[in-house]
Each structure stands twice: as structure tokens, then as C-alpha cells.
């Protein structure tokens, strides 16, 4: 295994998993060895069906062990938190009914969201989607997606992205270039797409591009084979899509982070020599591996770390390419908040609950 320090590069670049509502010895090692410039929370990670201010202190004891094992004093700490059906945590944290039905109180919902979210000490959301719901029979998109049109997409997903960021919390789009017209999940395998640049260009990057617009700093990859425009890889390891497409005609220079690498679409590919070169060569900054899927070992986690490692001192990975990514992330790290774990008011929680009533029946009207 190479040098403990030199498996820290890796760390500047990695979103992980934490495997419970405690740190096991893994996760301690993990943490101390690699030093993970954030952390992704799941359902795992909070006690359920107990009282709010238990599972709460039990949250915030978890969230300072993370930072002392990692002896970070800013991280990235970050929750899927989309509404619907994409809500970790426990009750009486609101359950925001799933983008689609926002529409005109996407903002207003956003900013609830972003309030509730650095009471739980997170301060970057994987949201919005700014994917479209383009095919009925997505069987991963669907209504997380804010409209099946690219107009009302792009809209929605906008305004969600606003009242975060007014509130105080780093959003992110995904999936590039865009997931809703599959009919698989890349959690189980890779979707294919036989879409060209013009199709890109017409729909789906019609929303990303209204997003870049307004400055959001983060965008995440789509575990996605576009044959007609990458026949070899998908868009996760594709230098036409996320260098071509991202970086240069939409003008996005903010950071690129991988979905999950645990995920089936791309979790064998990675496990072999020279993946994670080709993810940076492509335009990666950083990975989430949540060990949320298929109980992923840590192992994985390491090897991708040996893999980065090795890469570099043969030579088929550029040290001015880690350090371009590695830039861009500590430059984001470096204006992200830092939010302390503690209890809401009442009378907050009771507001957000009344506006989460209000979208359901407003929007079904």
C-alpha cells in the first residue's frame, strides 16, 4: 500500500460515507488516514423513533467526531435532501413534498429546507435536480425532477437553487448532462442514451445552463453512456462531455463532482487500475463513495485511493491536473459555512410544516 500521506491526496477530493449513527473503527481509520474533505449522511446515520433532542445530540456527537478524526476544521458536510421520496433524516424535520409539486414556492421551500438543514450542521445539499422529466417510465427521475418541460425545469430548479443559497446553504445540479429520459437506474446499471449534441443542446442542458448562470458552484456527473457523443465511457469518465461540453461551451468553472462510485452503473470501473486518472483527465474534482450501496467496504474506498496514488508516480496522471482540481475545491471549501449541530424553535418547524401542506394542495389543484 503506498505511504499513509500519499493516500491523503485522495482525501482532498472525497466525499464519503459514514456507516452508522456512530464512528466504527473503519470509519475512524478512514477518516484518519485519508482525511476526506467531506462527508455524505444517509438514513444510517440518525437514530429513528426516538425523541428529537436524542437523536439530535446523538447527530451532533457523530458530526464533531468526524472532524476530529479527519482534524479538519472545514469540511463539506452533505446530505441528499431532495423532498419526496429523498429525505434522510427523521422526524420533525420537514417532509417537503417532491419537486414536481413545488413549482412557484420552489424558493420559498429552498430556504426552509436550507434552514432546517444547518440546524443538522449540513452546509452543502445535493439539490437541485436539474434534470427534466422527460420519459414516464424513469425509473429513477420522475418527479424528483422540478418539470417535464426544459422551461419549467430550468425555472424551478432555479428559484430551489436560490432560496438555498440565500439562506446559506452550497447547492448542486445534477446529474450532467442530464438523466431523465432513461428508462434504467444507474444504481443497478449503466442507462445508455442515444441522444447527439444537438439533443443535448435543445433540452436537457437547458436547465444546467440556467444554473451556471447564476453562479451555482457545484454540478455532478451522470453515471450515463451517450454512445452518439462518448462510445466508450460514460459521461462520469467522458472528456467530450465534462471537459467539451461543461468546461468549455457552457463555461463552467466551478467544481465537478462525481455521483456516487458505488453505484452498479460504474462501480466495477473503478475498481481497475487507471479509472480515477480518466475521471480527473475527464474533469472530475471530487468523488462521493457513500458506502450507502451494497454495504461497500471501505477496501473500495482505499483502492481507489492506492489507484490515485499509483497513477501519479507512474506518470498517467498529471500532478498540475490534481492540483487544478484540488484548487477548485479548496477554493470553494474556503467560502463554505460552518454550522454547529442544534435544536430548531418549535414555531419554525410548525411554520415549515404548514408550507409543506400548502404545496401538496396548491399544486394539485
Known amino acids: 500500500m503506498p505511504a499513509l500521506q500519499k493516500l491523503e491526496r485522495f482525501g482532498h477530493h472525497l466525499i464519503m460515507g459514514i456507516s452508522g449513527t456512530t464512528?466504527?473503527?473503519?470509519d475512524k481509520r478512514a477518516l484518519s488516514e485519508l482525511k476526506p474533505i467531506g462527508v455524505i449522511f444517509f438514513a444510517k446515520?440518525?437514530?429513528?423513533?426516538?425523541?428529537?433532542?436524542?437523536?439530535?445530540?446523538?447527530?451532533?456527537?457523530?458530526h464533531s467526531q468526524i472532524q476530529e478524526y479527519a482534524e479538519r476544521d472545514s469540511m463539506f458536510f452533505t446530505l441528499d435532501h431532495e423532498g419526496g421520496r429523498v429525505v434522510r433524516t427523521p422526524l420533525p424535520i420537514t417532509r417537503f413534498p417532491?419537486?414536481?409539486?413545488?413549482?412557484?414556492?420552489?424558493?420559498?421551500?429552498?430556504?426552509?429546507?436550507?434552514?432546517?438543514?444547518?440546524?443538522?450542521?449540513?452546509?452543502?445539499?445535493?439539490?437541485?435536480?436539474?434534470?427534466?422529466?422527460?420519459?414516464p417510465?424513469?425509473?429513477?427521475?420522475?418527479?424528483?425532477?422540478?418539470?417535464?418541460?426544459?422551461?419549467?425545469?430550468?425555472?424551478?430548479?432555479?428559484d430551489y437553487y436560490l432560496g438555498l443559497t440565500e439562506a446559506g446553504i452550497l447547492g448542486c445540479a445534477k446529474h450532467f448532462p442530464g438523466h431523465g429520459d432513461t428508462s434504467k437506474?444507474?444504481?443497478?446499471?449503466?442507462?445508455?442514451?442515444?441522444?447527439?449534441p444537438e439533443d443535448l443542446q435543445n433540452r436537457e442542458l437547458i436547465p444546467f445552463k440556467t444554473l451556471i448562470e447564476e453562479n451555482i458552484p457545484l454540478i455532478m456527473t451522470a453515471h450515463i453512456l451517450f454512445p452518439k457523443i462518448d462510445p466508450d465511457l460514460p459521461a462520469t469518465l467522458s472528456r467530450p462531455i465534462l471537459k467539451t461540453i461543461l468546461r468549455e461551451e457552457l463555461g463552467f468553472n466551478g467544481?465537478?463532482?462525481?455521483?456516487?462510485?458505488?453505484?452498479?452503473?460504474?462501480?466495477?470501473?473503478?475498481?481497475?487500475?487507471?479509472?480515477v486518472a480518466r475521471a480527473f483527465y475527464a474533469g472530475c474534482d471530487l468523488f462521493i463513495v457513500s458506502r450507502n450501496i451494497h454495504s461497500?467496504?471501505?477496501?473500495?474506498?482505499?483502492?481507489?485511493?492506492?489507484?490515485?496514488?499509483?497513477?501519479?508516480?507512474?506518470?498517467?496522471?498529471?500532478?498540475?491536473?490534481?492540483?487544478?482540481?484540488?484548487?477548485?475545491?479548496?477554493?470553494?471549501?474556503?467560502?463554505?459555512?460552518?454550522?454547529?449541530?442544534?435544536?430548531?424553535?418549535?414555531?419554525?418547524?410548525?411554520?415549515?410544516?404548514?408550507?409543506?401542506i400548502a404545496c401538496c394542495f396548491h399544486n394539485s389543484q
Not at 140 to 151: K, L, N, V
Request: without cysteine.
Open 255 to 275: 467544481v465537478v463532482v462525481s455521483d456516487d462510485l458505488d453505484m452498479k452503473a460504474v462501480s466495477d470501473m473503478f475498481m481497475q487500475a487507471g479509472t
Open 296 to 356: 461497500s467496504s471501505i477496501e473500495r474506498t482505499y483502492k481507489i485511493a492506492e489507484d490515485l496514488v499509483e497513477s501519479l508516480n507512474h506518470g498517467s496522471l498529471a500532478e498540475s491536473v490534481v492540483e487544478a482540481a484540488k484548487e477548485r475545491v479548496e477554493k470553494l471549501l474556503a467560502v463554505t459555512p460552518q454550522y454547529d449541530v442544534q435544536a430548531l424553535d418549535k414555531d419554525i418547524l410548525v411554520h415549515h410544516a404548514e408550507l409543506a
Open 23 to 26: 464512528l466504527s473503527d473503519e
Open 185 to 196: 437506474d444507474s444504481h443497478i446499471e449503466l442507462p445508455i442514451l442515444n441522444l447527439t
Open 45 to 62: 446515520n440518525f437514530l429513528d423513533g426516538v425523541p428529537y433532542e436524542v437523536w439530535l445530540e446523538s447527530f451532533r456527537q457523530l
Open 98 to 135: 417532491h419537486a414536481l409539486l413545488l413549482r412557484s414556492q420552489s424558493r420559498e421551500v429552498a430556504k426552509a429546507t436550507a434552514t432546517e438543514l444547518k440546524s443538522l450542521g449540513i452546509n452543502l445539499s445535493w439539490a437541485p435536480v436539474a434534470d427534466i422529466y422527460s420519459n
Open 137 to 158: 417510465q424513469n425509473p429513477i427521475i420522475g418527479s424528483r425532477a422540478f418539470g417535464d418541460t426544459p422551461e419549467t425545469a430550468a425555472q424551478a430548479a432555479r
